[in-house]
């Protein structure tokens, strides 16, 4: 069983929706969850990063960690096309600070 | 852009072959990390470097070693590639030694017939 899972997707929307991206872990030492957004051929783009279990909110996006449940999601609000792309979920935590941990990633297609 | 660079972009060689992959940091990063990209097993860590000296290891093959010189650029060397080798190959940095917050390249995309 990998320690962070992620369903692939993939995820297609109409424009304007609420999109809701979800992470599953098992390993109890992750403390820093982060969400990346990549696009087709690009590097991975850092876009939130929480500690704390609760929500954080930074424009259209908010992440929520629950840390009970080992628990992460991602959700955009207002989706629009140039949010099509890769999102991938990553944590670290316990001794091994700077080595992420990523889910596999989901696709996302949000349609005009 | 992130302002870390990677070169080449494509790289498409033979099994046995060896090949080494570049990255320059950020200005002002003295962290490098480098990752694994492939469809079946994700993005995966393989080692990082901080200032010229190894800080953590994930699963980095043997066959796999890495370096950071005094420029802080790093390169990546692959040898006796296998076709599963076959991967997008990408570096990330930071400020500090084990952050979160890395910026990653544009990857390399190496092919191996």
């Known amino acids: 069983q990998k320690e962070v899972e992620q369903d692939p997707g993939p995820l297609s929307v109409p424009e304007g929706a609420i999109v809701s991206l979800n992470c599953t872990y098992s390993n109890s030492a992750f403390q820093y969850f982060m969400w990346y957004r990549q696009y087709s051929r690009k590097g991975p783009e850092l876009l939130m990063y929480?500690?704390?279990?609760g929500n954080k909110e930074d424009g259209r996006f908010t992440a929520q960690v629950d840390k009970s449940s080992k628990y992460i999601s991602l959700f955009i609000r207002d989706s629009q096309p140039s949010d099509s792309a890769t999102y991938l979920c990553?944590?670290?935590?316990?001794?091994?600070?700077?080595?992420?941990?990523f889910g596999q990633g989901t696709i996302l297609t949000v349609h005009p | 852009d992130s302002g870390v660079t990677q070169t080449p972009k494509h790289l498409i060689t033979a099994t046995g072959q060896r090949v080494t992959l570049r990255c320059s940091p950020r200005?002002?990063?003295?962290?490098v990390y480098w990752y694994q990209q492939s469809l079946d097993q994700g993005l995966q860590f393989l080692i990082q470097?901080?200032?010229?000296?190894?800080?953590a290891k994930g699963n980095i093959l043997e066959r796999f070693s890495a370096q950071q010189f005094p420029d802080l650029h790093s390169e990546l060397n692959l040898s006796s590639l296998e076709l599963g080798d076959s991967a997008l190959y990408f570096c990330?940095?930071?400020?500090?030694?084990?952050?979160?917050?890395?910026?990653f390249g544009p990857g390399t995309r190496l092919t191996v017939l």
């Open positions: 470097y901080y200032n010229g000296e190894e800080r």
């Open positions: 200005s002002g990063d003295l962290s």
């Open positions: 990330a940095s930071s400020v500090e030694a084990g952050s979160n917050e890395q910026f």
């Open positions: 990553a944590m670290v935590g316990g001794t091994s600070y700077g080595k992420l941990t």
């Open positions: 929480t500690y704390s279990s």
